[in-house]
């Protein structure tokens, strides 16, 4: 950065001459001035951010100590904490919760297996290839979700699906089979369809930790004889630890909110409602403010934590990784 | 040699088809249910029956019965994307210069609410959202998505720009001046040019996020008055209460579909270097 050397002004030392404490002075000037600048050029954009999050938040957190539904709004009452205990002695919340860990857990752990491979292709390919590889991944990644969902939705629904008849041969599947009538294939499907849709992304972010594991150490390794797999678990997957660690950061808290999936194949049914449906079910469609608010900011916290222990257990430095070396 | 760098070829070519067939396979399936008649849909197969292809799909949602539903939500996703994507850009170009290029305290603070915004669960804004919006006229408007997609564009945008003009060597502005340029013929001439394949990068980048968005399309519109593409899909009926919607919805996600694919064969290099320098580049 340009300014790296401000003399922060020193009451502690006498100045030597008029000449440097005047130097001093119009330095801090200077300084005062960029300080400012910084701040008209950063500030409306921070605002904003601030405006549309947490407000919303605490607006939520509010909400959530009152029985308020909009269907009977002069019925609306202050009663503390009621609603989060109402919530977390249901038996619907932990459902919830457990399908919503067990997506997250679940395709994070494909996705950063598949991610790492396309990553190893793109990285390796050659100069011809690398384009339309490249290409060929970012349709996934730029494709509208709901879209997604329909496609594999279609595809294995039970009247306009072709799954079945190709499948016929695996155990198990036979034209009678209806993916959407049980939770274990619903969620097998609906997971199929996020992977597919957000592996791009991680492949991306694993791509760039690659390019940054210097050449001669895999070249070192090779030369001492080292196998191919003995040079990715020894020598590239260290070096390339911070980027694996945002990339399933990033994932999983991506992963924890999903939505669009859900709501287009099964829209909940047969147990595989996740959180962010749950809460959008109470709010929006059943219009129960108070508990829907409260399930927002149940799940608001879900996330602050798995961030918490992500950051302090395993030492993800986002900052560090993103960008700002400060 | 040359038998090992054949083999190699065989390598990459087997290896090229399966990621293509992963990227593309699920485009085609739906690609080819739009062009399903109602009564072939449970043919049971990929493609259509043969001679059985339809467009009539397509004529369904551009020029028939759906076409209000359907036109007016593509006019209510490309305007409400844009609008969003433009206030955050340049939100976020304000803020990412003042980021790479100027020293003041709080330059972290901004980073990492960025961050935290970019991790925040939609939901949790939307159930406030949908009671204030209500409250205040802005419940099915386009400004009551504008606001908060900024949520979504914001971060992101201010991520990848602060990246961006970091690698831009600032020192050519004074080289401009001293070889004689104004302050404002620096800029132009020297920074500008530098500067906006990283402006036009993010701004694919966050219109990508806003077209996709759902939740808040769902939860914070009712009506064709601002209901964007992907809620409008959700909402999609049959031409009659016995005929499934299939092959309407197959046809309209291909047209939301084409902007996309367009953008990424355009500009794959620059959304790759956008994703990937906004991300590790300690």
């Known amino acids: ?177 209806n993916w959407f009538a049980q939770t274990g294939t619903s969620l ?84 595989t409602e996740v959180l962010s449906l749950l809460a959008y079910r109470t709010s929006i469609s059943r219009l129960e403010i108070g508990l829907g608010s409260a399930v927002s900011v149940l799940l608001f916290i879900c996330v602050i934590l798995i961030s918490f222990a992500a950051i302090k257990i395993f030492k993800v430095d986002l900052a560090g990784t993103r960008g700002e070396k400060k | 040699m040359k038998n090992s760098s054949r083999r190699e070829k065989i390598w990459w070519a087997v290896i090229s088809v399966l990621v293509l067939v992963y990227a593309l396979f699920p485009v085609a399936s739906i690609l080819a249910t739009s062009f399903k008649s109602p009564s072939d849909l449970t043919n049971g197969s990929f493609l259509p029956s043969p001679g059985a292809a339809t467009t009539s799909n397509y004529e369904q949602i551009l020029v028939g019965d759906a076409q209000d539903l359907f036109l007016s939500s593509l006019r209510n996703s490309i305007g409400i994307s844009l609008i969003a994507t433009a206030i955050a850009v340049v939100l976020a170009t304000l803020c990412a210069y003042a980021i790479a290029r100027l020293d003041f305290p ?74 004689g340029a104004t302050t404002w013929q620096a800029f132009r001439k020297a920074i500008v040019p530098l500067a906006a394949p990283g402006v036009f990068t993010t701004a694919i980048i966050a219109f990508f996020i806003a077209w996709n968005d759902f939740v808040y399309g769902i939860s914070l519109t009712s009506t064709e008055a601002a209901r964007p593409v992907p809620a409008a899909l959700a909402f999609f009926t049959g031409a009659s209460q016995f005929e499934s919607p299939t092959g309407a919805i197959s046809a309209a996600a291909i047209i939301v579909t084409i902007p996309i694919v367009l953008l990424v064969l355009l500009f794959q290099r620059q959304i790759v270097s956008g994703l990937t320098s906004g991300a590790v580049k300690g």
């Open chain 1, 1 to 177: 950065m340009s300014s790296s050397t401000i003399n922060k002004p020193d009451a502690g030392k006498t100045p030597k001459s008029d000449r440097d404490t005047k130097a001093k002075k119009q330095h801090s000037d200077r300084v005062k001035a960029e300080r400012r600048m910084g701040w008209y050029l950063a500030g409306p954009a921070f605002v904003v951010m601030l405006l549309v999050t947490l407000y919303p938040i605490l607006q939520a957190f509010f909400e959530s100590l009152f029985a308020f539904r909009l269907t009977a709004p002069d019925e609306r009452e202050f009663i503390w904490f009621a609603n989060y205990v109402t919530i977390l002695s249901d038996s619907v919340w932990w459902q919830g919760l457990l399908v919503t860990v067990l997506i997250t857990v679940i395709t994070v752990a494909v996705e950063l297996v598949l991610g790492f491979a396309l990553a190893l292709v793109m990285s390796k390919a050659l100069k011809s290839l690398k384009g339309i590889l490249r290409t060929a991944i970012l349709v996934p990644y730029g494709i509208i979700t709901v879209v997604s969902a329909y496609a594999w939705f279609y595809a294995f629904d039970i009247n306009s699906g072709y799954v079945n008849a190709w499948f016929d041969w695996v155990p198990g599947i036979d034209s009678d089979l």
């Open chain 1, 188 to 271: 097998f499907v609906i997971m199929a369809s996020e992977i597919w849709k957000t592996t791009p992304f991680i492949s991306l972010l694993l791509l760039a930790g690659l390019a940054q594991v210097p050449d001669e150490l895999t070249e070192a390794a090779k030369v001492d004889g080292a196998t191919w797999w003995e040079q990715m678990r020894k020598v590239v997957i260290p070096n390339m630890k911070a980027a694996i660690m945002v990339a399933v950061l990033f994932r999983a808290l991506d992963a924890f909110r999903i939505f669009d999936n859900v709501f287009i194949m099964t829209n909940g049914e047969n147990n």
């Open chain 2, 106 to 179: 709080g330059k972290k603070l901004v980073l990492t609410t960025a961050l935290a915004v970019s991790i925040f669960p939609v939901i949790s804004i939307v159930t406030p959202l949908f009671n204030l919006w209500r409250n205040i006229g802005l419940y099915d408007t386009w400004l009551g998505l504008i606001i908060p997609y900024l949520s979504l564009t914001l971060p992101i945008s201010i991520w990848t720009l602060a990246a961006f003009f970091r690698q831009i060597p600032w020192e050519l502005e004074q080289a401009a001046q001293v070889d």
